[in-house]
């Protein structure tokens, strides 16, 4: 069983819908949580950074962690279809390593 | 400003060849990291360095990848006698500092096609 799992995919929605995508971990030791965006050919980018359990916002994007049920998520609203990319999540616990899901695959049609 | 750079950009080789691939991280960025993506995959975290020190190597996959750092600067990442499932995207990775706290810039990576 890997460390990481996120929601397969791929997701096609309509532009405006909210998007959520997911992932549970089984590492209780995970205290950062990352989400990248990854365009095709291209290397991921940092989205959303997270310490501990909690919520945070930045614009159209919100991440969520429970850290007791072990389950992060990405929350876009009114998507766009700029946001159609593979969405990566990512933890790690201490300095240098990174442990990623597989990717969700986003197409938000217009 | 320039951002990681990665070279090449694609690479096809025969099998048991060597290769080189190489990083040029953002400069001032102490830490480097290497990732290695298959098709459809996450990212598998191959070796990171801090400054030209690996302190840790146990994400290499086998002991035909080797990687380092000179000058606290450039990476290369060499793989010797290359099989078809090395074929993969490599990517590299730098950040300010080492650390969850700061943010990894990554490079386009570097398509390697092992025939």
């Known amino acids: 069983q890997k460390e990481v799992e996120q929601d397969p995919g791929p997701l096609s929605v309509p532009e405006g819908a909210i998007v959520s995508l997911n992932c549970t971990y089984s590492n209780s030791a995970f205290q950062y949580f990352m989400w990248y965006r990854q365009y095709s050919r291209k290397g991921p980018e940092l989205l959303m950074y997270t310490y501990s359990s909690g919520n945070k916002e930045d614009g159209r994007f919100t991440a969520q962690v429970d850290k007791s049920s072990k389950y992060i998520s990405l929350f876009i609203r009114d998507s766009q279809p700029s946001d159609s990319a593979t969405y990566l999540c990512a933890m790690s616990f201490n300095a240098g390593k990174s442990t990623f899901g597989d990717g969700t695959t986003l197409t938000v049609k217009p | 400003g320039a951002g990681v750079s990665q070279s090449p950009s694609n690479k096809v080789t025969e099998k048991g060849k060597d290769v080189e691939l190489r990083c040029d991280p953002i400069?001032?960025?102490?830490?480097l990291y290497w990732y290695r993506q298959s098709l459809g995959q996450g990212l598998e975290f191959l070796i990171y360095?801090?400054?030209?020190?690996?302190?840790?190597k146990s994400g290499l996959p086998s002991d035909r990848f080797s990687a380092e750092r000179t000058g606290g600067s450039v990476s290369t990442l060499t793989i010797q006698r290359t099989q078809q499932e090395d074929s993969a995207v490599y990517l590299c990775?730098?950040?300010?500092?080492?650390?969850?706290?700061?943010?990894?810039?990554f490079g386009p990576g570097t398509r390697l096609t092992v025939t």
């Open positions: 990775a730098s950040s300010l500092n080492l650390g969850p706290g700061h943010e990894q810039y």
């Open positions: 400069s001032g960025h102490t830490a």
């Open positions: 360095f801090q400054g030209n020190s690996a302190p840790d």
